[in-house]
C-alpha cells in the first residue's frame, strides 16, 4: 500500500467502486463499515468462548480491542495499515464517542438518586470505605509510578494522583449487576448490600472523575492560571444546577404529555431529547469537562420509570449498546500497548498495582462490613464483589491519556489491572460463597375430586413474556374455575430476560426480596404497568387474587428460577406461553420472542416435579381483550385428543376441572390402534383419581394390559361424572396426521389439549417417520402447533410431573424429602 501520510480534512468519505480501480478501504466509510464489522466479529466471537466461564461481556469487548491493537494483531504493519491506517483512527472515535454520548445518557437515565438516598447505613459504610482506601492505596500506588516509569514525572502530582486515586477506587454497577444475576445472587443479603453499595459507588464516581478532569486541565502542561480549574469546577456546578432547576421540570413536562393508555410518544420529544444530550454534551466541552458529563447530567433530568423514559430506552440502547459502544472498546485497544510493559521491573509494577487495587477494594469492603456484623464469608464475598471494574474504568483512563496524565505504560498496566479484577471476580465468589437456599420440602399435592375436600386450593404458577400472553391466559384460568372444583390459586410470573442493556440493570436495581432475581411489581409501580394493570383489571373482575413477580435472569438459568418459584409456592401445575402466538384464519403471528426461549421451556420439562402445561395462543383470549363488558356469555367447546399413557391421563384430570364450568363443553376424541375396538367393558378398574395417582401410573414397558386398564379407567371415569360429554372414537390409521390437523381446522373447538408424550407403542411406530418441528410440545403437539395449514383452534400441552429416583411410582405416592409416606390405593 502507498504511504498514507493522508490530511485528515483530504480524505473522501466513499469510494468509485472496485470498477473504476478505487480501493474502499482508501475511504472513510467504507473502512469504517469494515472496521465496525470486524469489532463486533471479534467482541462476539471472544464473549462465546468466554461463556463457560460465566464472564461478564465487558471482559471479551475489552480483550477484542486488544488483540486489535499493538499488542497483537496491531503489530503487523501489513494489518495496521489496511484496517486501522492513523487518517482512520480519528473517524472511528468521533463515531465511538457519540456511541459513548448516548450510553452515558442512558447511565444517567437509570441512575436512581431516590434509591441512593435509601440505602442503609450498612451499605454507605461499606461503599464510602471501598472508595477511601483504594483512593489512598491509588496515592500510594502514583507515587511510586510516578519515580519509577520514564516520562510520568513530567506530569504534576495533584493531576496524576487523581486519575490514580480514581482508577483503583471505581466499582462498575452494571458489571456487578450481570454477576450477582449470573451467581443468583441478586437479592441476597449480600447481593442487595453489594447493589446498594456499588449505586453509591458508581454516582460518587462520576463526581471524582468530574475533580480529576477539572484539575487536569490541558493535560500535563501547566494550566495558564491556576484559578483555571477552579472556575472550570465553578462552571460545572453552576451547569448542574441549571440542568436541575431549570431543564429537569421541563423534561417532566414533556414525560406528562406522553400517553400511558395509547403507548405513545410524540416524535418531537423524542427528536428534542436527543438534540439535548448533544447540546448538553458540548456545553461540558465548552465548560472544560468531558462532553461525556454532560449527556450524563441530562439523562439524570429524565423521570424515571414512565412511558417515556421507556420509550427512549428502547429507541436508543440496542444501537448504542450493540453497535456504536463496541467500538469504543477498539479505540481503547489501539492505545494499549502490552508490549510497553518491559522487563521484570515494568511487570513487578502491574502485580503491584493490580494487588493495592485489590486489597484496597477487598479489605477496606471487608473490615467495613465485619464491623457491621455481617458475617465472615459473606463479607468477604463483598469485598471480592465491589472489586468489579468495566467501562467507566475504560473511561477514566482513556481520559487520563488524552489529557497526557497517563503514559502508553501506566496506560497498559491500568487496562490489565481492570481486566484482572473483573475476571477474577466470579469464580472467586462462586467459591467462597454458596448461599444457602432453602427449599421447601417437596409434596406430591393431591386433587381430590370429593366435594367435601373441595377447600383444598389448586395452586398454579403462570409465567408470561409481556401484555400479550394476558389474555389467553386469563381465559383458561377462567374455564378453571368453578363452583364444584378446588379454589384457584394463581401466581403470575413474568419471566424478563437479564442483558447488558440499561433496561435490565434498571429492573435489577429495584429488585429487594426473595433470594432469586425476581421483584414485586406491586411495589413499585412504575414497573411492568401494562401487565400489572391487566392483572389488576382481571383480580377486580374476577374477584381472584393474583400474585405477581417478575423474574429477571439469564436465560440459561430461568428455568431453575421458574422451578424455584413453583416449589416455593407449592404449585401443581405451572404454564408457560409458547414462543410465538398466531390470530385469524390466515395465521398471522402477531407476537413472538426469542427462540431462545424454547430451550426455557424444554428445561422446565425436563426438571419440574409437577405438572408442565405450554399455552399454544391462536387467539384464545380475544373476546376477553376486546370488551370485559359485553353480558353474552358465549360456550366455549374444549376438545381433548386421548391416546392413552400418563401424560394424556394428566390433560383428561385437567380437563376434567374445567367440565365443572356450565359454560365450557367438553368433548373427547379417543383413537385406538384398530378400527372399532374398545374398552368400555373393562371391569374391575377402580376410578382413579388421575391428578392425586399421577405418580402410580406404571411405566414397566411389559406393563401394556394393565395401561389399557387404566386408560380405560379414566375416560369411563370422565364420562361418569360428565355425562354431558362428547365422546367419540377414532381409528389411528395411515392418515392419522391429517385427521388431528382437521380438528384443528374445524373452527368447532376454541382449546385442543393433548399429551406431550409417553404415549402408547403403537402409536409412536406410526409417527416414527414424522418430523417433530417443536419437540416441546411432543409428537401430537408438534402436528397441532404447524403453521400455513389452517389451523385456528389455540393448543394446550400437557406433560406430568417428572418423576424422581425417590419417588415410587406404583402403588406408594411418597412426599419427597419427607419421612411419611401415603398410600395411592
Not at 408442565?612 to 374444549?638: N, S, T, Y
Not at 391429517?738 to 403403537?762: N, S
Request: glycine fraction near 8%; aromatic fraction near 8%; proline fraction near 4%.
Amino acid at each position: 500500500m502507498s504511504t498514507l501520510s493522508h490530511n485528515v480534512t483530504m480524505v473522501r468519505i466513499s469510494s468509485d467502486g472496485a470498477w473504476q480501480g478505487d480501493n474502499p478501504l482508501n475511504h472513510a466509510f467504507p473502512l469504517l463499515i469494515v472496521q465496525t464489522i470486524l469489532v463486533l466479529f471479534l467482541s462476539r466471537f471472544l464473549a462465546f468462548l468466554l461463556k463457560p466461564l460465566r464472564q461478564p461481556k465487558v471482559i471479551a469487548e475489552i480483550l477484542g480491542g486488544i488483540l486489535l491493537g499493538p499488542s497483537a494483531l496491531g503489530r503487523f504493519d501489513s494489518f495496521l495499515n489496511l484496517v486501522f491506517p492513523s487518517w482512520s483512527i480519528p473517524v472511528l472515535e468521533s463515531v465511538a464517542s457519540i456511541g459513548l454520548l448516548f450510553y452515558l445518557f442512558l447511565v444517567g437515565l437509570e441512575l436512581d438518586l431516590g434509591s441512593i438516598r435509601r440505602s442503609g447505613k450498612n451499605a454507605f459504610s461499606i461503599a464510602f470505605t471501598g472508595i477511601l482506601l483504594p483512593f489512598l492505596f491509588g496515592m500510594g500506588a502514583a507515587f511510586i509510578l510516578r519515580k519509577l516509569v520514564h516520562g510520568e514525572e513530567k506530569v504534576s502530582y495533584s493531576q496524576f494522583l487523581m486519575f490514580m486515586g480514581v482508577a483503583l477506587s471505581i466499582t462498575a454497577f452494571p458489571v456487578l449487576a450481570r454477576i450477582l444475576a449470573e451467581l443468583k445472587l441478586l437479592t441476597t443479603r449480600v447481593g442487595e448490600t453489594a447493589m446498594a453499595a456499588a449505586a453509591f459507588n458508581d454516582f460518587a464516581a462520576w463526581i471524582m472523575l468530574a475533580l480529576a478532569v477539572a484539575l487536569a486541565g490541558g493535560g500535563s502542561s501547566s494550566p495558564k492560571s491556576p484559578l483555571i480549574p477552579l472556575w472550570i469546577l465553578i462552571s460545572g456546578m453552576a451547569y448542574v444546577g441549571f440542568m436541575f432547576v431549570v431543564i429537569r421540570p421541563m423534561m417532566n413536562w414533556m414525560a406528562r404529555q406522553c400517553s400511558p393508555e395509547y403507548d405513545f410518544v410524540d416524535e418531537a420529544y423524542i427528536c428534542v431529547t436527543l438534540a439535548g444530550v448533544m447540546l448538553s454534551g458540548f456545553m461540558t466541552d465548552l465548560i472544560g469537562i468531558h462532553s461525556i458529563f454532560g449527556a450524563f447530567v441530562f439523562g439524570m433530568t429524565i423521570p424515571k420509570g414512565g412511558v417515556f423514559a421507556t420509550r427512549l430506552i428502547k429507541r436508543i440502547e440496542d444501537f448504542v449498546s450493540g453497535l456504536l459502544l463496541p467500538l469504543y472498546f477498539a479505540s481503547s485497544g489501539l492505545k494499549t500497548d502490552i508490549a510497553k510493559i518491559r522487563g521484570a521491573e515494568a511487570w513487578g509494577l502491574s502485580v503491584l498495582v493490580i494487588s493495592m487495587a485489590c486489597t484496597g477494594k477487598i479489605l477496606g469492603t471487608f473490615v467495613v462490613a465485619m464491623v457491621c456484623m455481617i458475617p465472615i464469608r459473606d463479607s468477604l464475598a463483598l469485598g471480592v464483589l465491589m472489586n468489579t471494574r468495566g467501562l467507566v474504568e475504560l473511561i477514566v483512563l482513556n481520559i487520563g491519556k488524552e489529557k497526557k496524565v497517563l503514559n502508553d505504560e501506566v496506560f497498559a498496566i491500568l487496562v490489565l489491572m481492570a481486566i484482572f479484577t473483573t475476571f477474577m471476580t466470579t469464580p472467586i465468589v462462586m467459591a467462597i460463597y454458596k448461599p444457602r437456599q432453602i427449599i421447601p420440602p417437596l409434596v406430591v399435592r393431591r386433587l381430590r375430586r370429593q366435594q367435601h375436600l373441595s377447600e383444598d386450593e389448586l395452586r398454579v404458577l403462570a409465567c408470561v413474556h409481556g401484555p400479550g400472553n394476558i389474555p389467553s391466559l386469563m381465559k383458561l384460568m377462567e374455564f378453571k374455575r368453578t363452583s364444584l372444583s378446588p379454589p384457584l390459586r394463581l401466581h403470575v410470573v413474568r419471566l424478563v430476560e437479564l442483558t447488558n442493556r440499561p433496561s435490565s440493570i434498571i429492573m435489577v436495581r429495584r429488585a429487594r426480596k426473595n433470594g432469586l432475581p425476581l421483584i414485586n411489581c406491586f411495589c413499585h409501580g412504575t414497573m411492568h404497568d401494562q401487565v400489572a394493570v391487566a392483572l389488576r383489571a382481571y383480580s377486580q373482575a374476577s374477584h381472584l387474587t393474583i400474585h405477581h413477580s417478575t423474574a429477571i435472569s439469564v436465560l440459561s438459568t430461568m428455568h431453575e428460577d421458574i422451578n424455584h418459584v413453583a416449589q416455593e409456592k407449592r404449585a401443581e401445575m405451572i404454564v408457560l406461553p409458547f414462543h410465538k402466538q398466531w390470530r385469524g384464519e390466515n395465521e398471522e403471528e402477531i407476537e413472538s420472542v426469542s427462540y431462545e426461549w424454547r430451550e426455557v421451556n424444554r428445561k422446565v420439562l425436563e426438571s419440574a416435579l409437577c405438572t408442565v402445561a405450554i399455552l399454544l395462543d391462536r387467539g384464545l383470549g380475544d373476546e376477553f381483550r376486546q370488551c370485559e363488558e359485553q353480558e353474552a356469555i358465549v360456550e366455549r367447546q374444549i376438545c381433548v385428543v386421548f391416546f392413552g399413557g400418563p401424560d394424556d391421563h394428566e390433560a383428561l384430570a385437567l380437563v376434567r376441572r374445567m367440565a365443572n364450568n356450565p359454560m365450557v363443553k367438553v368433548s373427547i376424541i379417543r383413537f385406538f390402534d384398530e378400527p372399532g375396538k374398545d374398552f368400555m367393558n373393562v371391569t374391575g378398574s377402580s376410578s382413579l383419581n388421575l391428578f392425586e395417582e399421577r405418580r402410580c401410573i406404571p411405566t414397566e414397558p411389559g406393563d401394556e394390559e394393565k395401561e389399557k386398564e387404566m386408560d380405560e379407567a379414566a375416560v369411563e371415569e370422565f364420562r361418569t361424572n360428565h355425562g354431558s360429554t362428547n365422546y367419540s372414537v377414532k381409528a389411528a390409521n395411515n392418515n392419522l396426521v391429517e385427521t388431528l390437523m382437521a380438528i384443528g381446522r374445524c373452527q368447532e373447538y376454541d382449546l385442543v389439549v393433548v399429551g406431550k408424550g409417553k404415549f402408547p407403542w403403537w402409536l409412536e411406530a406410526k409417527l416414527a417417520n414424522h418430523e417433530i418441528e417443536h419437540d416441546e410440545l411432543g409428537l401430537i403437539g408438534s402436528i397441532l402447533a404447524r403453521s400455513d395449514e389452517g389451523l385456528v383452534s389455540s393448543v394446550l400441552v400437557v406433560q406430568q410431573g417428572v418423576v424422581q429416583s425417590n419417588e415410587v411410582p406404583e402403588k406408594n405416592c411418597k412426599i419427597i424429602n419427607g419421612a411419611n409416606a401415603e398410600s395411592c390405593a
